[in-house]
């Protein structure tokens, strides 16, 4: 078997197309967070090492066993007489917020079989940039004893809205599922507020992706030292 580097296109990309017998079985393509970055302070520091070890134990995935299982599937395509699928794999990163001690990063991670998708599931943290520790969900909705249950309708209420307006096709009982498939650990931070999403086929259909609802904030939130950050 073959490799061939397609060369980065900018800091932290990785590139690669596996090859057998000169037939392509494999790309991936790898978006490394905070790569390029002077991360000169404790807390940016922890946090590009954090990065680098979820990114590169993909990276570890896909050249060692996803490598393998397109190469074995190839094999059993042509003991069969079909034609080969060839794999595709990524791990791509999205700053979405980076301001006053605050860094906000979701990244999805897709598995596909030439144009069919296998696997895709979306991750996501928010950081303090000064001490590299994590904030929490209540911390943007006051952490009073019913933040969730405010924040699950306010995110109700949104996807109550996008499908009256015909910008999202959810599942018909998608206002029972919203509360199930809640994870306070599933958002981000945009400019206009806090971005919450769930899996995909947990709302809806394969073909919606990830849904996301943004709750616009009102009230600005402080990081540890007390300093205003939204």
């Known amino acids: ?16 197309t596996f090859l057998a017998d ?15 970055w002077d991360c000169e302070n404790r807390g940016l520091k922890r946090i590009e090492k954090f990065y680098k070890k979820i990114f590169g134990s993909f990276q570890k995935y896909c050249q060692n066993r996803l490598r393998a299982e397109a190469e074995q599937d190839r094999k059993t395509c042509l003991e069969q007489g079909i034609k080969f699928k060839p794999y595709h794999a990524s791990l791509c990163h999205s700053v979405t917020y980076y301001s006053d001690g605050i860094l906000s990063i979701f990244y999805d991670r897709r598995e596909e079989k030439d144009s ?48 009256a307006e015909g910008n999202d096709v959810l599942y018909p009982d998608y206002a029972k599922l919203i509360p199930r498939y809640f994870s306070a650990r599933r958002f981000y931070l945009t400019s206009r507020g806090v971005a919450v999403f769930f899996q995909p ?13 943004e709750i616009p904030l009102t009230e600005p939130v402080t990081d540890e030292e007390e300093e205003i950050i939204l």
């Open 1 to 16: 078997m073959v490799r061939k580097d397609r060369g980065a296109a900018a800091p932290g990309v990785y590139e690669r």
């Open 22 to 36: 000169g037939e392509k079985i494999l790309s991936v393509r790898i978006t490394y967070p905070l790569a390029g």
């Open 116 to 163: 069919t998708q296998r696997f895709l599931a979306r991750y996501s943290e928010t950081w303090h940039t000064r001490s590299g520790k994590l904030f929490e969900m209540k911390d943007f909705f006051g952490g009073g004893r019913h933040w969730k249950k405010d924040v699950i309708a306010a995110v109700s209420a949104a996807a109550e809205y996008a499908v």
């Open 201 to 213: 086929c947990t709302l809806g259909p394969p073909e919606e992706g990830v849904p996301v609802f």
